[in-house]
């Protein structure tokens, strides 16, 4: 298949900084859109990438799924875009199209294993994808979204991966009125939890490690707020919530929060803590709660999610940054400094 040579940043070797480097992008086929990007969000999954906190990370990587553009190539078959179009990319770039959770538009959750836009093995070009701290991006025309025209596209990027990664369980649990929903931890994926819950009618109560979060909480939408290192606060929500997202990237104990749980209550994990979590059988026992999780969205979902924060007016609290500066920001990223999402202009590299 015939490449074409691109820019991008990424790296060789966990641990070693991020530099530009040279990728090959596959040749439009007759399905795919060919992308110029304009913006890239940062989000925390780059940094456990990155930093192979999971294992298996393939290297070199180019992170970033977070992914706004224009079109500037479509192939013979394409329908749904034009040359000009604005577009976006998130995390899932291919799946395969036939399984029932592909059929379902759960295509997460694909039989054969869904290809995300980094670190995934490439089916179609063979080696591993490349994210989107690049030029361009290429894939087949079911995977890019149509990108309302955000008045402050850049702030946009982020909802294609935070965004549906907390639209999604809140859907999927029912927030809404009459209905009190947590949110644990107000980084990327938490403050735009709160917009999305509180857009969908949700009461919203955030507990976050970080006092100066708290009254930020407020002005972000958050009915209320909470210190969670503070216990006499949390004893006051003792078995009050329908729901708990939680979006923490590090190891923290989930059996203080499956405690504020009314019965049939759930503690949604979308943080990916490289480490082990623990359970005690009695949180989840006495109430019939549960502990359970939620993987990003499928794409009509994402769509869906693009759409509804459009209407109401959601975008991210961004900071834009150069390419160049892409390695600082991983460094305030990893120490919880950043309100809320880096966006790398890309117009930089
Ligand atoms: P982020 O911006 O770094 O936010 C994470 C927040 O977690 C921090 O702002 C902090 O909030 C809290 N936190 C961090 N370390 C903590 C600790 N040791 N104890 C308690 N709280 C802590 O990260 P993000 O981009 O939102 O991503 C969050 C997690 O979701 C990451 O693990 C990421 O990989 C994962 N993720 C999962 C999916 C999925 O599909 N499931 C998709 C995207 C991202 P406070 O300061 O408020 O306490
Ligand atoms: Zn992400």
């Not at 799946?95 to 290809?115: A, K, L, N």
């Not at 009915?223 to 503070?230: F, H, I, R």
């Not at 990003?296 to 975008?315: K, P, R, V």
């Not at 150069?322 to 930089?348: H, P």
Request: charged share 20%; hydrophobic share 40%.
């Amino acid at each position: 298949m015939n490449t074409t040579p691109i820019k991008a940043f990424g790296t060789y070797s966990a641990n070693e900084p991020l530099q530009e480097m040279t990728i090959n992008r596959r040749e439009v086929q007759a399905h795919d859109v060919e992308i110029e990007l304009l913006y890239c969000g940062i989000c925390h999954s780059d940094l456990h990438q990155i930093k192979d906190d999971f294992g298996g990370t393939m290297f070199p990587i180019v992170p970033g799924h977070e992914i706004v553009g224009r079109v500037t190539a479509v192939g013979n078959h394409v329908k749904n875009f034009k040359v000009g179009d604005l577009a976006a990319v998130g995390c899932i770039v291919d799946s395969c199209g036939h399984c029932e959770y592909c059929e379902e538009g759960i295509e997460q959750f694909c039989d054969e294993g869904v290809t995300y836009s980094f670190n995934s093995p490439d089916k179609v070009s063979g080696g591993h994808t490349f994210g989107g701290f690049s030029k361009t991006y290429v894939c087949n025309e079911k995977y890019v979204l149509q990108m309302p025209a955000f008045e402050n596209l850049a702030a946009a990027a982020p909802l294609l991966c935070a965004g549906i990664t907390v639209y999604s369980p809140l859907k999927h649990w029912q927030a809404g009125p009459g209905k009190k929903v947590g949110i644990l931890g107000i980084g990327g994926l938490g403050h735009l939890a709160i917009k999305i819950a509180k857009a969908m009618g949700a009461e919203v109560v955030v507990f976050t490690t970080s006092p100066a979060k708290v009254a930020d909480a407020i002005r972000l939408g958050a009915d209320e707020a909470v210190l969670s290192t503070d216990s006499e606060q949390m004893a006051k929500y003792s078995r009050k919530l329908h729901f708990i997202i939680d979006t923490v990237s590090a190891k923290h104990d989930v059996n203080t929060y499956l405690n504020l749980l009314r019965h049939d209550g759930s503690v949604v994990l979308v943080g990916l803590p490289p480490e082990m979590l623990e359970v005690h059988a009695f949180n989840v026992v006495m109430g019939r709660r549960s502990f359970s999780g939620s993987n990003i969205g499928g794409i009509t979902e994402t769509q869906e999610m693009l759409d509804f924060c459009f209407e109401h007016n959601i975008t991210a609290e961004s900071e834009i940054i150069t390419i160049q500066e892409v390695n600082k920001a991983f460094e305030r990223l990893e120490k919880g400094d950043v309100k809320y999402r880096f966006v790398i202009d890309l117009a930089s590299l």
